[in-house]
């Protein structure tokens, strides 16, 4: 791996076996500080990460927490590249898992006998368990060793996955769809943070890319392969797929993954840190109204298409794939014009929802507009959660314990309450009536970001040093009162 290192690490160009030895004392107790080469203790300067090639990752929110809420450091040992990508296949399976009622909703609601609304809460229930769950764990699991706890949240997923596929009825199918909450709200803590402990310092970016690329595949390709396995075949075939992935995730994961220790002690009111900073408040305001809007109408995206288009199975299948890949196409977009335009790139996913859902709701019958906006759609949404992580990871304190834990649940919830609205209002006033309150929530979250507090991330810190880094330039470890004044310079802004 070549180019700076990875987060937690701030380089001087000379150095001595003793000063190394030191920064590796300090990655093991997981304090996130190294000794520059005038012998001070410093904490990380920024929140970038490079990879081979030049590609810049962002530190985001397990990241952030990595050494303090999931595994402490391995420093100085060798890459665990298959732990790694066993925690990448835990991902995808949560994932797939996740989105299988979006692409199933009409089928789904009509075999269980509820209207689609009431469907709609097979994606509200694990939202809120999740919302639940993520602070919980993080409070309650610091003694828990690890390797144990992923393999754990894995499980939890097959057991879902095979309670969905033979219930009965909606209320065994929302008990089995809780317990798939508890494991999304366990593993968005863990997963990554793990991940990376198993990764060295100059190779985390790349962890973080593995697992992300689970995530990102079974985005892109979970709605329309569950939507084509329930048009082949029934439904509940979908979630036999699915367990199977679970059980792939769990197999690989106790193989693979060896023994990574307890975690460390989170104190409750460091979870509070997410809203009492005017910056990171106002990104979470921000991200909370997008995500609402989003799941608000995307829950229902497969009868929308049917009512509003007349699009069959087999082209709703096709539209859903297109969706995903534009999500991934913004999810790559956002990974770039975030390092200078963070604010915009928010602001600007959050309007392309807006936006699209508002021609929506205003089309009848239009097929290739219909397909258009729901790609537009797709585009918008795929760069939130890039654009969400990178605003917190650059808004937050460093030394923060668990601080980011509260917004993965408020994500969460923000999801939950998108997706039972939308079934609410779906019910009453149709697929209409469900874009037209996307669309307005969605502008007025975006709009939240042109205040102070949201201008004031727009300069990133330390980004001279980062620009230096960017083009080859060897730049001086900064000073400790540098770095202080770079990482508190966005928290003093009101």
């Known amino acids: 791996m070549t180019g700076p290192p990875g987060p937690g690490r701030v380089t001087t160009g000379l150095g001595s076996l003793d000063m190394r030895q030191r920064n590796r004392d300090l990655a093991r107790r997981g304090t996130g500080a190294f000794t520059s080469g005038s012998g001070q203790v410093t904490r990380p300067a920024g929140p970038v990460a490079r990879a081979r090639g030049g590609t810049v990752f962002h530190r985001v929110v397990p990241a952030h927490l990595a050494c303090r809420i999931g ?17 990448a296949l835990g991902s995808f399976a949560l994932v797939f898992s996740e989105v299988i009622p979006v692409g199933l909703l009409g089928d789904i609601s009509g075999h269980l006998r509820v209207s689609i609304g009431t469907g709609g809460l097979m994606v509200v229930v694990p939202a809120v368990a999740a919302a639940v769950a993520a602070p919980v764990l993080t409070l309650c699991s610091a003694r828990l060793e690890r390797r144990g706890v992923l393999v754990g949240l894995s499980a939890l997923v097959l057991v879902s996955d095979v309670i969905a596929g033979i219930a009965p009825g909606i209320g065994v199918m929302l008990a089995a769809r809780a317990v798939l909450g508890i494991g999304v709200g ?6 990554a943070g793990a991940a990376i402990s198993l990764a060295s310092e100059q190779a985390r970016g790349t962890a973080m890319a593995v697992v992300s690329s689970g995530i990102f595949i079974a985005t892109v390709a979970s709605l329309p392969v569950a939507s084509l396995i329930g048009t082949l075949t029934t439904w509940r075939a979908a979630f036999a797929v ?14 693979a993954v060896p023994r990574l220790g307890p975690g460390g002690r989170v104190r409750p009111r460091s979870l509070l840190t997410v809203v009492t900073l005017p910056v990171s408040r106002v990104g979470l305001v921000a991200a909370g109204a997008i995500f609402f809007a989003n799941f608000a109408g995307y829950t229902y995206i497969g009868p929308l298409l049917h009512t509003r288009a007349g699009l069959g199975a087999s082209a709703i299948t096709l539209v859903l794939l297109g969706f995903g890949l534009a999500g991934a196409a913004g999810n790559f977009t956002a990974g770039v014009t975030v390092r200078r335009y963070l604010r915009a790139t928010l602001m600007g996913s959050g309007l392309l929802i807006a936006v699209s859902a508002l021609l929506l709701a205003a089309v009848t019958g239009a097929r290739p507009l219909t397909i258009a906006l729901v790609t537009v759609w797709g585009l918008g949404f795929g760069a939130v959660p890039v654009a969400a992580q990178s605003w917190m990871a650059r808004a937050m ?14 994500l969460q919830g923000s999801l939950a309450a998108g997706s039972a609205a939308g079934g609410v209002i779906y019910d009453a006033k149709g697929p209409g009536g469900v874009l037209a309150v996307a669309a307005a929530v969605a502008a007025a979250g975006s709009l939240t970001l042109l205040g102070r507090a949201g201008a004031a991330i727009s300069s990133p810190p330390a980004g001279s040093a980062d620009l230096a880094r960017e083009r080859g330039q060897e730049v001086p470890a900064p000073s400790q009162g540098a770095i202080d004044t770079a990482g508190s310079s966005v928290q003093r802004a009101r």
């Open 186 to 191: 366990g593993f968005w803590v863990f997963g």
């Open 397 to 410: 304190p460093a030394n923060v314990e668990g601080g980011l834990a509260l917004f993965v649940s408020a």
């Open 242 to 255: 699915a367990a199977v992935f679970a059980v792939i995730a769990v197999a690989a994961q106790l193989v």
């Open 71 to 87: 595994a402490r450091a391995r420093a100085g040992e060798r890459n665990a590249w298959p732990a790694v990508v066993s925690i």
